[in-house]
Nanobody, 123 residues
Framework: QVQLVESGGGLVQAGGSLRLSCAASGSFVSINAMGWYRQAPGKQRELVARIRSGGTTSYAESVKGRFTISRDNAKNTVYLQMNSLKPEDTAVYYC?????????????????WGQGTQVTVSS
């Protein structure tokens, strides 16, 4: 069974930094794209950053220049370095990964989600 386990959230003052980590564990064939989403109270979940297995990255406009996504394929781990944090970055951050597992003997891709980690930025 595949699991995504996140760590690194917390409370920080505006202008500060946090680093989120998300490690995939279990039995799987391969991991394609990995990413981070966030959901603030009363708002829809939104994509923050995404990284493909080859390293290509994409970011939401609101975090460009402040956040950096990276991954360690050997550790099946994705990171989100968040700098110059703003109160509007406050949200629950979720890790997402497109992971291929064997289903009835065939490699089959599925989306997996972490449990979420709270990031709170005080003004």
């Amino acid at each position: 069974q595949v699991q995504l386990v996140e760590s690194g959230g917390g409370l920080v003052q505006a202008g500060g930094s946090l680093r989120l980590s998300c490690a995939a564990s279990g039995s799987f064939v391969s991991i394609n794209a990995m990413g981070w989403y966030r959901q603030a109270p009363g708002k829809q979940r939104e994509l923050v950053a995404r990284i493909r297995s080859g390293g290509t990255t994409s970011y939401a406009e609101s975090v460009k220049g402040r956040f950096t996504i990276s991954r360690d394929n050997a550790k099946n781990t994705v990171y989100l370095q968040m700098n110059s944090l703003k109160p509007e970055d406050t949200a629950v951050y979720y890790c997402n990964a497109q992971i291929k597992t064997y289903v009835s003997g065939w490699p089959t891709p599925n989306d997996y989600w972490g449990q979420g980690t709270q990031v709170t930025v005080s003004s």
